[in-house]
């Protein structure tokens, strides 16, 4: 018999999937805030996506968290906002035998309800920013107590009064300072319309034609400004320097070339724009905090096939 071909690419979580057995909450129930508790193992633990935002708290056990091209560690207290079709899993090494009976507090809500409401509810604009770093996932830093209030009061309460504790912990969120994005590059602040069209159309130069040499001097040259101008025009939109954009870009795609197919690493490396495997090597290893061989091996574990 023929070997079944490796999965490689996460799992679209459908709704009709989303059973009461499993821990969900019906719809027709809840609105658009749905909680979610569960244990581990289970098979709601596995490489996948959907098209809600997901609140994730995790209570008990620790190993490793996989978020869009980012890998790390999590334990009791990890919270992560992931934004739409953004991938995820969390995999526990350190179960004990049986496994535990509750390890991830989850909310998940849509996004058109909120951005529709923030039309008409200039308060709910307030939490627009956080919806657009969410695209990235978040995670956030102390705020485990707080958190976990938070999850067990609106999981108590129902319709009007679930809305509002819902919409208390999405403002306390949208001010915390303490966190960190865990997957791919962001635009950070545009002044106006026209400077959002031209690092729009920059950034897809960049992500269009990565095996392409682009400098700084050729790119401000098009725009019209001097290098001096176009590298401050640039940090202030990106965050970083138009050659440290550039590597994140192109490491970012090679992460996906080795989440998302078996080639060989140094032809990933000479596509992704790298004009030799040392500095791929080297510029991976800064980004990653890995290799990426070391990427790869460990990038297999986002299934949990072990437990």
């Known amino acids: 018999m023929a070997a079944k071909p490796r999965q490689l690419k996460p799992e679209l979580e459908h709704d009709y999937s989303r059973s009461p057995e499993l821990g969900y909450e019906r719809p027709e129930e809840v609105g658009i805030i749905r909680c979610l508790s569960h ?10 996506y959907h098209d809600e935002y997901e609140l994730h708290l995790i209570t008990t056990t620790s190993g490793k968290a996989f978020v869009g091209d980012w890998i790390g560690q999590f334990q ?11 991938p995820h899993n969390w995999v526990s090494m350190d179960l004990p035998e049986g496994g535990v009976p509750e390890r991830d507090l989850v909310i998940q809500f849509p996004h058109a309800p909120i951005e529709e409401s923030s039309r008409h509810v200039p308060e709910l604009r ?12 978040i995670e956030f830093f102390d705020l485990f ?17 679930r809305f509002g504790i819902f ?18 590059a962001q635009i950070q602040s545009i002044d ?5 069209d ?45 050659t440290d954009f550039v590597n994140h870009v192109r490491v970012n795609r090679a992460c996906q070339l080795l989440m998302e197919s078996d080639r060989q690493i140094t032809n990933i490396g000479y596509e992704v724009g ?6 791929f090597n080297r510029r991976f290893l800064d980004i990653k905090g890995m290799t990426p061989r070391e990427y790869r091996r460990q990038v297999a574990n986002r299934f949990g096939l072990k437990h």
């Open 39 to 48: 244990g581990f193992p289970t098979p709601l633990a596995r490489w996948h």
């Open 76 to 86: 009791p207290g990890h919270l992560v906002l992931t934004g739409p079709r953004l």
């Open 126 to 137: 307030a939490v627009l920013p956080l919806l657009e770093r969410a695209k990235h996932g």
């Open 145 to 161: 107590p707080q958190a976990l209030d938070y999850w067990h009061g609106i999981k108590a309460a129902q319709g009007l009064a």
């Open 167 to 184: 919409c208390e912990f999405l403002g306390a969120l949208a001010e915390c300072n303490d966190y960190r994005l865990l997957s791919n």
């Open 192 to 196: 106006n319309d026209d400077q959002l």
């Open 198 to 242: 031209q690092i729009n159309a920059i950034l897809s130069r960049i992500t269009d034609n990565m095996g392409e040499t682009l400098s700084a001097a050729d790119l401000a040259r098009e725009l019209g400004m001097n290098e001096s101008r176009f590298s401050r025009f640039f940090r202030r939109a990106t965050g970083n320097t138009f």
């Open 274 to 279: 790298f004009n030799n495997i040392a500095n």
